[in-house]
């Protein structure tokens, strides 16, 4: 039998789904007990109960100064720029897409203007944005929404533009104005598309959080990381990584949950 | 004066000719095939029927109107495919025909539910009952296109165009869908184009059988001259004996 038609019953493919965990935690083990072994101060890859400990002290532990937990802090920090600026250039995207995808008249205008934003670096755009709205949230939640709209707004136009001919005449034979139309059929049959765009820009979109959190601010978990990365605190640096990847996970899957629910036509027959 | 009334149409795509010194007068309730050969223009002439298109020359008027612009609820169109709105439910599907035309695309209240009294009326009229709460894409092929007659039907059109409505059916669905279009016709009168590769369809369910062809025809360039009405058929009375309205080859 060819490779190509070869399948995984359900006991294979949970054990070859969880193969590259168990290896990857594997090496972490062997790695830092040998380190250990050397050096019981290192630092660089502390041991699982390290870990573990590090894990419930920033999860419960107050902080002295201010009497509030940490973690949760930055959590709650975090996942508001991230919200605001994701929730931003989706809308931006639904509609500045839908009029661009529908209306010849403003895709002419706008197509031109959102590939050229869509091609300067974002990053590169942090320094001005931090001249123009000052240190403070704007300017983080500004370079979320410039470096995920673009390409929102690109997806959404271009699916609606694909929108079958046939289904936009046959609306107008049935008397609908170009509003009804947006709304009717192009804007629910954009609605699973616009997810997926969430679900795709989730990834730059807490690349540029991070990267916003770690020049300035003073919260937030890109903050705390770069904070502790001064005390080589790789127990905590740890910790905060395995639950922004958590938590983006959490996401994706919300949202993909959300689709399915909503929008039950979309789905691929079974 | 005819009810739709095609007068002298030239359409070209680039320096294209497609269709050329198209004319054609059809009596309101006439039920048209349009045959041809694959390339020839059939579907451009239903697109400037529904003045999806406007016409390079002459012009299309119906029910003595201006011509069109833009497409209306005076005409209904089904094609192939993607006829029917893959979001939508059977039963607001239907509703659609009555609620795109709403300001907001939308009814509300005692209007809805009487739209929605004789969307579920229509859907028993078409044997779709059953399904109204599932969405198209659980429907066969014949039930799409049912449901795409159907609900281009709920907007009560003044005329009613079909691409190739059968064309994706298998012979046996296609038989049913040749009663089912015949029993509407019986209920409501209406004036029918039809695009169909199909010959013996196109006389079984028509009035009149239209011919496109090429009447010249340049053996160096075959994209030089467009397609004309070549053959127009009195196709009553299943199509026997087949007379010709229309001498071959004449304007
Ligand atoms: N918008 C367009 N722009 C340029 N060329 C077009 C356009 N629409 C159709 N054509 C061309 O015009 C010709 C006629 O097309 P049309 O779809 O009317 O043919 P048809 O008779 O319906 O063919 P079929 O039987 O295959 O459906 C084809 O060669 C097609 O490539
Ligand atoms: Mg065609």
């Given at each position: 039998m060819r490779w190509i038609n070869r399948r995984p019953g359900r006991p294979l493919a949970v054990a070859l789904a969880l193969a590259p965990f168990a290896l990857a935690a594997l090496a972490y083990v062997a790695g830092s007990e040998a380190r250990l072994a050397a050096n019981p101060a290192d630092k660089l890859l502390p041991a699982p109960s390290t870990l573990w400990d590090a894990a419930m002290a920033a999860l419960t532990e107050a902080d002295r100064r201010s009497g509030e937990i940490l973690f949760w802090n930055d959590t709650f920090a975090s996942l508001t720029r991230l919200a605001l600026g994701v929730g931003i250039a989706a809308a931006l995207a639904l509609t500045l897409g839908l009029a661009a995808g529908l209306l010849p008249l403003a895709g002419a205008g706008l197509s031109p203007f959102v590939a050229a934003v869509s091609m300067a670096p974002p990053l590169a755009l942090l320094p001005i944005l931090f001249i123009v709205f000052g240190l403070g949230e704007v300017s983080k939640v500004a370079l979320i929404v410039i470096g995920t709209a673009p390409f929102m707004i690109r997806?959404?136009?271009?699916?609606?533009?694909?929108?079958?001919?046939?289904?936009?005449?046959?609306?107008?034979?049935?008397?609908?104005?170009?509003?009804?139309?947006?709304?009717?059929?192009?804007?629910?049959?954009?609605?699973?598309?616009?997810?997926?765009?969430?679900?795709?820009?989730?990834?730059?979109?807490?690349?540029?959080?991070?990267?916003?959190?770690?020049?300035?601010?003073?919260?937030?978990?890109?903050?705390?990381?770069?904070?502790?990365?001064?005390?080589?605190?790789?127990?905590?640096?740890?910790?905060?990584?395995?639950?922004?990847?958590?938590?983006?996970?959490?996401?994706?899957?919300?949202?993909?949950?959300?689709?399915?629910?909503?929008?039950?036509?979309?789905?691929?027959?079974? | 004066m005819s009810f739709v009334s095609v007068r002298n149409v030239f359409q070209s795509y680039g320096d294209r000719p497609i269709l050329e010194r198209v004319s054609v007068e059809v009596e309101e309730g006439c039920f048209v095939s349009i045959v041809g050969a694959s390339g020839c223009g059939k579907s451009t002439f239903l697109r400037l029927l529904l003045a999806q298109e406007t016409p390079s020359r002459g012009e299309v008027s119906i029910a003595g109107q201006p011509p069109a612009r833009e497409p209306g609820r005076d005409r209904g169109v089904v094609f192939q495919k993607y006829s029917v709105f893959p979001h939508l439910t059977i039963r607001d599907?239907?509703?659609?025909?009555?609620?795109?035309?709403?300001?907001?695309?939308?009814?509300?209240?005692?209007?809805?539910?009487?739209?929605?009294?004789?969307?579920?009326?229509?859907?028993?009229?078409?044997?779709?009952?059953?399904?109204?709460?599932?969405?198209?894409?659980?429907?066969?092929?014949?039930?799409?296109?049912?449901?795409?007659?159907?609900?281009?039907?709920?907007?009560?059109?003044?005329?009613?165009?079909?691409?190739?409505?059968?064309?994706?059916?298998?012979?046996?669905?296609?038989?049913?869908?040749?009663?089912?279009?015949?029993?509407?016709?019986?209920?409501?009168?209406?004036?029918?184009?039809?695009?169909?590769?199909?010959?013996?369809?196109?006389?079984?369910?028509?009035d009149r059988v239209l011919v496109f062809d090429k009447t010249r025809w340049d053996p160096d360039a075959p994209e030089r001259w467009g397609a004309t009405i070549t053959y127009d058929f009195d196709a009553r009375h299943g199509g026997i004996p087949f007379q010709s309205a229309r001498a071959p080859h004449a304007a």
């Open positions: 997806d959404m136009a271009g699916r609606v533009a694909e929108t079958p001919v046939e289904q936009i005449v046959k609306a107008e034979t049935l008397g609908a104005s170009s509003l009804v139309i947006a709304l009717r059929v192009a804007l629910p049959q954009a609605m699973p598309r616009l997810i997926q765009a969430v679900r795709l820009s989730l990834g730059p979109a807490w690349l540029f959080l991070i990267a916003a959190e770690a020049i300035a601010a003073t919260e937030g978990l890109g903050y705390r990381i770069f904070l502790v990365r001064r005390y080589l605190a790789m127990d905590v640096i740890l910790v905060y990584v395995a639950w922004i990847t958590i938590l983006a996970a959490l996401l994706d899957l919300a949202l993909r949950r959300l689709s399915a629910r909503a929008f039950p036509w979309a789905e691929p027959a079974r | 599907n239907i509703l659609a025909a009555e609620e795109l035309s709403a300001r907001w695309g939308r009814l509300w209240g005692r209007a809805r539910r009487a739209a929605r009294e004789r969307a579920d009326a229509a859907l028993a009229r078409v044997g779709l009952a059953h399904v109204a709460d599932q969405y198209p894409a659980a429907l066969s092929g014949g039930m799409q296109q049912r449901l795409a007659i159907a609900q281009a039907l709920q907007a009560r059109p003044r005329i009613l165009l079909l691409d190739e409505p059968f064309g994706a059916l298998d012979p046996g669905t296609r038989l049913s869908m040749h009663d089912f279009l015949t029993e509407l016709r019986a209920e409501t009168p209406m004036t029918v184009f039809m695009v169909t590769h199909d010959l013996s369809e196109g006389f079984k369910l028509a």
